[in-house]
């Protein structure tokens, strides 16, 4: 579970930071990073499966036998891909072990879960691709694809889960936060634009809630904030 951040800028400083130890952040912690366009940027510390929102959005790589389970995936009980797919049976494992749902970069797909399985109304799963070949720059397109998605099913509140510390990949929080929130923004304004134009529905998404784990708060907390300070100078 992790979240946004940017490229440029002082964002090294970020990233540097992460070699260093960092205070674990209880969970339940939420914090307004800031606010573009009128949308609220919402940073809590939780899991995928207990957040509450309109929308979840998870992502996954492609599959491989039992990757969310084996390690260098986090532990069960750190892992919020793993009580995701427990919240619902399974099925998230099911899906990608059968491959209706492969799991290729930027691929989705849209689940309606039980009353009650999990905090959020609806879940979309967004795929990364290979593993082997991850990129931070590529969550720039997944937090627009993200941010499309929401649009068009019209909700109010999207928490959105990279779960790529989940998965074991060692990739730089402050970095992949920021790209997500950047992406988010470029699909957000160009429906914006649209809507000036009278050839789109009136936007509906009022805050995004991105998820860290309790190590990688502030570390994406401050890529989050760089990338609000970018969007906002524009």
Not at 191 to 220: D, R
Not at 226 to 234: H, R
Request: aromatic letters at 6%; one cysteine or more; proline letters at 3%.
């Amino acid at each position: 579970m992790l979240v946004a951040a940017l490229v440029g800028g002082s964002i090294t400083n970020y990233v540097s930071a992460q070699q260093t130890a960092e205070v674990k952040t209880a969970v339940g912690t939420k914090k307004v990073w800031g606010t573009v366009d009128g949308v609220t940027i919402e940073g809590l510390v939780n899991g995928p499966s207990a957040a509450v929102a309109d929308l979840q959005i998870a992502c996954v790589f492609e599959y491989t036998e039992g990757d969310i389970f084996k390690s260098p995936a986090l532990p069960a009980e750190l892992n919020g891909m793993v009580h995701l797919d427990e919240a619902l049976k399974g099925i998230i494992t099911e899906v990608r072990k059968t491959g209706k749902f492969k799991g290729y970069a930027l691929e989705t797909l849209l689940m309606d879960p039980p009353k009650g399985s999990m905090g959020s109304k609806k879940l979309l799963l967004i795929g990364l691709g290979d593993r082997n070949n991850f990129d931070a720059e590529l969550m720039k397109k997944v937090g627009s694809v993200a941010m499309r998605e929401a649009l068009r099913l019209k909700v109010q509140t999207v928490s959105f889960a990279s779960d790529i510390k989940d998965a074991g990949i060692d990739s730089p929080t402050a970095l992949v936060a920021g790209n997500v929130v950047l992406g988010a923004f470029d699909a957000y304004r160009a429906q914006a634009y649209l809507n000036t134009q009278h050839v789109s529905e009136k936007m509906t998404v009022k805050k995004l809630i991105l998820l860290a784990g309790p190590p990688f708060f502030t570390v994406a907390g401050g890529g989050i904030k760089e990338a609000i300070d970018q969007l906002n100078a524009k």
